[in-house]
C-alpha cells in the first residue's frame, strides 16, 4: 500500500505539464530526482530532495511526495502536517486527484501519530512549544510529534521555560504536566539616600590621659628602669670589691694591703658612680610619673584608670591616678 502511493505521486509529478516545460527549473529537477529514489524505495534520500524541492517552490504534487516519503519513514506527525499542507495546495491548483489522495493518507495517519495533552498552570499566557529547534503547534492543549526520543520545551509569559525530555511510541497518548519555575523579579536598586546634613561639631570630654601626661609617664618608666639597672650594677661591683673584707656593723672593714690595691679601688669607683647615676635616674623618674599624675588630674581625664609599671626584676611599683 505505501508504495502505490509513492508510484501515483510520481506519476502525478511526472505528468505536470509545468514540470515537464520547466526540466531547468531547480526545484522541478529535485522533484524528478525524489521521484526517482521513491520508485526505488530510497525513502530518505528521496525525503531530502522532496524537502528541498519544496522549500524551492511548493506544489500540491510536491508535499503529497514529501508527506509520502515521511510515512514510509515512520514519521507520522510530520507526514500528517505535510499531507495537510499538499490537500490544501490541492484545492488551490484544482489538482483533485491528489487532493483526494491526501484525504485517504489522513483518514488511515490520524491513528498512528503519538499526542501529547499538555496540562498547564491556569494562569499561564502565550504559551508556545518547541522540539529542538523547530516550533510545534499547540492544538487545543495537545501536540502531536514523531515516534521517538525529543527534548520538549514549553515556555510562557513570565516563566523559565519547561524542558522535558521524553520518548513516543506510534499512536501514544500520554498527559504531561507542565510546571514552570517562576522567575524572581530582578531587584531594583535601593534609593540613593538622603543627603545629611553636617552636624554641629560637639567636643566630647576626654576620658583618658592627655598625650602630654603620657610621654611623662613613658619618660617616668624608662628613667625608673635604668635606675633599677644602675642599682643591681652598684650592688655587684660592692660584692666584687667586698671579697677579702670583714663586715663591721653597717660596713667593711678591709686590710691596707686590698685598700692600696688598684683593682680594689676601681670596683669601689665603679660603685659610687653606679650608685650617683641611679640616684639620678630614680629621681627623674618619680618627678616625671608625679608631673605626669598631676597634669592628668588637671587635665580633667578620668580617676579610675590605673598603670601599673614592673622596673626591672626587683623593684614594682604601681600608680594609681
Known amino acids: 500500500m505505501r508504495v502505490s502511493f509513492a508510484l501515483v505521486a510520481a506519476v502525478l509529478l511526472l505528468a505536470t505539464p509545468a514540470v515537464a516545460q520547466e526540466a531547468a527549473d531547480p526545484a522541478a529537477q529535485l522533484y524528478l530526482e525524489g521521484a526517482d ?23 500540491a504534487v510536491g508535499s503529497f511526495n514529501l508527506a509520502q516519503a515521511e510515512r514510509n519513514l515512520g514519521l507520522v506527525a510530520s507526514a500528517k502536517r505535510h499531507f495537510i499542507s499538499a490537500r490544501a495546495l490541492a484545492e488551490r491548483e484544482g489538482a483533485d486527484d491528489v487532493r483526494r489522495l491526501a484525504d485517504e493518507a489522513l483518514a488511515s495517519l490520524g491513528p498512528r501519530v ?5 496540562r498547564l498552570p ?41 524542558v522535558h525530555d521524553l520518548r513516543l511510541a506510534e499512536g501514544e497518548r500520554r498527559a504531561l504536566e507542565v510546571r514552570f519555575e517562576r522567575q524572581r523579579p530582578k531587584a531594583s536598586p535601593p534609593p540613593p539616600a538622603p543627603a545629611k546634613r553636617a552636624a554641629p561639631r560637639v567636643e566630647s570630654a576626654r576620658s583618658g590621659p ?17 635606675g633599677a639597672v ?4 652598684r650592688n655587684d661591683k660592692l660584692d666584687d670589691a667586698a671579697a677579702g673584707c670583714t663586715r663591721t656593723g653597717a660596713g667593711w672593714s678591709c686590710p691596707s694591703s686590698l685598700e692600696n690595691d688598684p683593682a680594689h679601688r676601681e670596683l669601689k669607683d665603679d660603685a659610687s658612680r653606679a650608685e650617683l647615676w641611679r640616684n639620678v635616674a630614680f629621681g627623674v623618674g618619680a618627678s616625671a610619673l608625679v608631673a605626669g599624675g598631676v597634669w ?26
Open 37 to 59: 529514489l521513491a520508485s526505488r524505495g530510497e525513502w530518505s534520500l528521496a525525503r531530502d530532495k522532496f524537502q528541498a524541492a519544496v522549500a524551492l517552490r511548493a506544489t
Open 114 to 118: 503519538p499526542r501529547v495533552a499538555l
Open 122 to 162: 491556569r494562569d499561564a499566557a502565550k504559551v508556545e512549544a518547541r522540539v529542538g529547534d523547530r516550533p510545534v503547534e499547540i492544538v487545543e492543549g495537545e501536540i502531536e510529534l514523531d515516534p521517538g526520543s525529543h527534548r520538549l520545551t514549553i515556555t510562557a509569559a513570565g516563566e523559565k521555560p519547561f
Open 210 to 226: 592627655p598625650t602630654g601626661a603620657i610621654v611623662l609617664a613613658g619618660v617616668g618608666v624608662a628613667s625608673l628602669s635604668v
Open 230 to 233: 644602675l642599682h643591681v650594677r
Open 296 to 321: 592628668w588630674a588637671l587635665d580633667g581625664g578620668s580617676s579610675e584608670q590605673r598603670v601599673a609599671v614592673s622596673v626591672g626584676t626587683t623593684t614594682r611599683v604601681r600608680w594609681r591616678f
